[in-house]
Each structure stands twice: as structure tokens, then as C-alpha cells.
């Protein structure tokens, strides 16, 4: 019976490990089910994001094509409206000229001329009559004297 005893004692701790490996097995499967779900889920969500990263990509695309195209056509605006200015004030400029050699012309015809010429002219005459007038009054003072 001995003998029996120690294949029986033999034999019991046999069936503990075969049920504590299946008490293992159970959540190591499960946990393995969790973590494959949850794998699923974060590729589900990193394909998301890449897709709103594209979808991003492609309206500020969108919006820097727009942008660029109103910087272009402002531009083009702008620089005509500039060469229009310098035209303009070429026009200007010689219209201007123009007429002053015309109302030079015209008083030359009228025979005036020009009012600084005339000004200039007034004062030397005026210089010279106030010198004479002088020089008489001293040589007339100095005849008396003698």
C-alpha cells in the first residue's frame, strides 16, 4: 500500500499544474484579445490623423495657391497703376513746360520782358540816376566851398 500511496501522492501534483496552466491560458488570451483590439483601434486612429493631416495639407495647399495668386494679380495692379503715375506726371511735367515757354513766348511778342529781367534792369537804372544825383550834389557842394 506504501507503494500505492507514493504513486497516488505522484499523481496528484501531476493534475495542479495542467489546471493552473489553463487558469493562464484563459487570461493571457484575453489579454492578447485586449491588446490586438486595442491595436486596432490605435492604427484606426493614427489612419484618422493621417487623413486629417492630408486633408490639412491640401486646404492650406488650397489657401497658399489662392493667396499667392491675389499677391500676383495685386501686383500686376499695382505696377500699372505706378507706370500709369509716371506717365501721367511725364505728361504733366512737359505740359507745364510747355506752357511756361508759351507765356514766355507771349510776352516776348508783347514785348515785355521777363518780370525779374525788368526788376533787375530797374534797379541798375536807379543805382546809376541815385550815383549821378550824388555826384552832381558833391561837385556842386564842393564848387560853393570855393
Known sequence: MANTDSTASDIA?????????????????????????????????????????????????????????????????????????????????STLQQQQEDVTASLRNLGLQDVTEVKEAEGAKSETSDKKAKDLTEENGKETAN
Open 13 to 93: 501534483p501531476v493534475p495542479a499544474p495542467l489546471s493552473v496552466k489553463k487558469e493562464n491560458v484563459t487570461p493571457v488570451s484575453s489579454k492578447i484579445a485586449e491588446l490586438s483590439e486595442s491595436r486596432q483601434e490605435l492604427l484606426n486612429r493614427i489612419q484618422n490623423l493621417k487623413q486629417d493631416l492630408q486633408n490639412w495639407r491640401s486646404k492650406l495647399d488650397t489657401q497658399v495657391k489662392v493667396y499667392r495668386d491675389e499677391l500676383s494679380e495685386l501686383k500686376k495692379s499695382l505696377n500699372v497703376e505706378v507706370e500709369q503715375l509716371r506717365t501721367d506726371f511725364q505728361q504733366l511735367k
